[in-house]
């Protein structure tokens, strides 16, 4: 079965602190691997798409990296206004061509302290 | 910027009744979807629909779940009776190349 999971559920940080955030999956072929940031009582915003292994993407302070079985999102010197839920979402080859059935985690909530 | 605009923010329902949850996608999107979060699990899946049909739809969606576009911009999902497990905040999202964007949701209570 197709499954992402994701750690840690919550982090706290302090303002500039760095740390990573980890997405494993579990999926029968990927075909892109997604990072979405939802603020509460928001739907998810897109933030990177990854489709192999290797690749890296960022944005400000924040950076997506895959390998075979995990991705972290990076984050480097966080400000109070990264706080947020990060959701990591896959989609399998066993999926529709419908390319937006996406298979969420529960993802990790964000939380930096000035 | 375009957005997605999902109307009501929040429905309250008697179990058992319809309900119609409205969403106005991307104009230029040709890919429409529905999520749902249940309060503390993922989000999961439900439906897509493209060209004035559904493309895909997951488990969850089953008969008493309907999609549909009635004009140019609206689209709409419609639950037939309500059970109080159906109670969740609701996504649509519309897709350009492989970016999902999404609403702000529905929150549907269910009594």
């Known amino acids: 079965e197709d499954q992402v999971t994701q750690s840690p559920e919550a982090l706290r940080l302090q303002e500039g602190e760095s740390s990573s955030l980890n997405c494993s999956y579990t999926v029968s072929g990927l075909r892109g691997l997604f990072w979405y940031r939802q603020d509460p009582g928001k739907g998810p915003e897109f933030l990177f798409t990854?489709?192999?292994a290797g690749e890296e993407k960022e944005k400000e302070r924040l950076k997506a990296t895959l390998t075979k079985k995990e991705s972290f999102l990076h984050i480097t010197a966080p400000k109070p206004e990264d706080s947020a839920t990060y959701l990591c979402a896959v989609q399998a080859s066993t999926s529709g061509g419908s390319q937006g059935n996406l298979i969420f985690g529960k993802g990790t909530k964000l939380s930096v302290k000035p | 910027e375009p957005e997605v605009t999902q109307t009501p923010s929040h429905q309250v329902t008697q179990m058992g009744q319809e309900v119609i949850l409205r969403c106005v996608p991307i104009?230029?999107?040709?890919?429409f979807y529905w999520y749902r979060q249940i309060l503390g699990q993922k989000v999961e899946f439900l439906v897509s629909?493209?060209?004035?049909?559904?493309?895909?739809k997951s488990e969850i969606f089953d008969d008493q779940f309907s999609v549909e576009r009635p004009d140019g911009s609206n689209f709409t999902l419609k639950i037939r009776s309500t059970k109080l497990e159906d109670s969740a905040m609701y996504f649509c999202a519309s897709r350009q190349g492989r970016k999902l964007f999404f609403g702000s949701g529905t929150q549907l209570s269910v009594l």
């Open positions: 104009s230029n999107h040709l890919y």
């Open positions: 990854l489709y192999s």
């Open positions: 629909f493209y060209n004035n049909e559904i493309s895909e």
